[in-house]
């Protein structure tokens, strides 16, 4: 089984989430397959699971790190979505995640090398939504953890998706030894309390905080996450004041791996001069 996480770092409370996002909060829903890599029906083997990811997702940039910094990009296939969803004209509808290699960037107006179509399923879906349909689901988010055996979705929330890769690094084939593999959870009961104490502020205060001062439609919801969001900034600035190169000293945890990509899209996406 996966191990246990704080349900705070991974997900956001939906207590009166109607009401509240009726008020104008933005309020993060919750990720509905939650399986895990180790259970009888998902064991850890080399080159059984996939992952479909959209490179402008931050939520799919701290896995496709994890991904990377555990030596799993031979055993772990992947399959990259175009950045832009489906357009209003679209057949489908609008706002749907596509696999499109074909589409060409509006910066560039040429086809993005890194977007692929869809390789894992051996059905060539079009949409992500097709997945979840196949397994009688209407969610439509990345990333995905897919194994291509059972071709099953094993997980779609991606704090987990990091534990799980992490967990099961070796058994997963991962080229790295165990001496060059970081370990981004180690098994020391005061440090996993460190790393766990950071991923619950950074995600409330950072991750999501950025979407809910963003995608807020009422002006005090608005600037209580901004507070939130630069309060902490200015915690982070104070604790490496002290000379440390990652959150819990000098060790690379994954609490540094899921605040790095909010910390990379700050000036260029969220905080327009």
């Known amino acids: ?46 080159n059984r699971y996939h992952l479909f990811v959209a490179l402008n997702c931050p939520w799919c940039h701290r896995v496709t790190l994890a991904r990377n910094t555990l030596g799993l990009q031979r055993s772990i296939s992947l399959d990259v979505l175009f950045p832009n969803r489906t357009a209003e004209k679209d057949p489908a509808g609008p706002n749907l995640w596509q696999f499109a290699p074909e589409l060409a960037a509006a910066l560039t107006g040429a086809p993005l090398p890194e977007c692929t179509a869809e390789t894992a399923t051996g059905q060539g879906h079009r949409l992500i939504r097709d997945l979840y349909a196949a397994e009688g689901s209407n969610e439509r988010s990345v990333p995905i953890l897919y194994d291509k055996q059972s071709r099953r979705i094993v997980s779609n929330e991606s704090a987990e998706i990091i534990r799980m890769l992490n967990q099961w690094s070796a058994a997963l084939g991962s080229a790295l030894s165990d001496a060059e593999r970081p370990n981004l959870y180690p098994c020391d009961v005061e440090l996993r309390a460190e790393i766990e104490n950071w991923n619950d502020r950074i995600y409330n205060a950072i991750n999501n905080g950025a979407y809910k001062a963003g995608f807020s439609s009422d002006q005090a919801i608005y600037e209580k996450a901004f507070k939130a969001y630069f309060d902490l900034l200015a915690v982070l600035d104070t604790a490496f004041a002290d000379g440390r190169p990652f959150l819990t000293g000098e060790r690379f945890t994954e609490a540094d791996l899921r605040l790095f990509p909010t910390l990379y899209r700050h000036d260029p996406i969220y905080y327009l001069v």
């Open 1 to 46: 089984m996966a191990e246990n996480r704080s349900q705070t770092s991974v997900e956001e409370d939906q207590t009166a989430a109607q009401d509240r996002r009726a008020k104008g909060e933005f309020v993060r829903g919750v990720s509905g397959f939650r399986n895990a890599v180790g259970d009888e029906s998902f064991p850890a083997e080399p």
